[in-house]
């Protein structure tokens, strides 16, 4: 699959997930920002002392956000 397919494949089935979306629930559970590197951001939860690096697109597959998400939990 070519990229341009791959991102008309994904929009129009709304396996996408803006990374504001993905930021704020990860605010919400109580974890924070700790830096910003060129490509991926360091973010903390501070409960579990667990870290997670985020990508910094725009948009973030779905799949990769669920388990960003499970593992900061």
């Known amino acids: 699959m070519s990229r341009i397919t791959q991102r008309r494949y ?3 089935n709304g396996n996408i997930v803006k990374r504001k979306t993905l ?3 990860l605010r919400i559970i109580g974890c924070y920002l700790k830096r ?3 490509a991926h951001s360091l973010w903390i939860n501070p409960k579990t002392g667990t870290r997670e690096t985020i990508p910094r697109h ?3 597959k779905e799949p990769l ?3 960003i998400l ?3 939990s």
């Open 58 to 60: 725009n948009e973030i």
């Open 70 to 72: 499970k593992n900061m």
């Open 23 to 25: 930021e704020r629930k």
């Open 65 to 67: 956000a669920k388990k």
């Open 36 to 38: 910003e590197g060129a």
């Open 10 to 12: 994904y929009a129009n």
